[in-house]
């Protein structure tokens, strides 16, 4: 059985620092392309960034220069820095990996997503 489970969200200030967490577990062979989405209630899932397992990282618009995304391959975790937060920031964070059990044979996962609210 594979999982993500994501931590680290919360209540920041505008301008406020906060990091995610999500980590991988179970029976895991590999795992390509990790990264994050966001959704605010009534809005579609959208991109916050995502990282390939050779580092390459691609971030959506909106975070970019703010959030620096980064994995370790070694520990199945990938972990957002979210910097500079704004208000529009405000939604549920989901965590997502396409994860291998075999080595031909994977599927995308996701977390049960964390709330991160930005407000004064």
């Known amino acids: 059985q594979v999982q993500l489970v994501e931590s680290g969200g919360g209540l920041v200030q505008p301008g406020g620092s906060l990091r995610l967490s999500c980590a991988a577990s179970?029976?895991?062979?590999?795992?390509?392309?990790m990264g994050w989405y966001r959704q605010v209630p009534g809005k579609q899932r959208e991109l916050v960034a995502t990282?390939?397992?050779?580092?390459?990282?691609n971030y959506a618009d909106s975070v970019k220069g703010r959030f620096t995304i980064s994995r370790d391959n070694a520990k199945y975790t990938v972990n957002p820095q979210m910097n500079g937060l704004k208000p529009e920031d405000t939604a549920v964070y989901y965590c997502?990996?396409?994860?291998?059990?075999?080595?031909?044979?994977?599927?995308?996962?996701w977390g049960q997503g964390t709330q991160v609210t930005v407000s004064s």
């Open positions: 990282v390939t397992r050779g580092g390459l990282a």
């Open positions: 997502t990996a396409f994860i291998f059990w075999a080595p031909s044979t994977g599927n995308d996962y």
């Open positions: 179970g029976s895991i062979f590999g795992i390509n392309a």
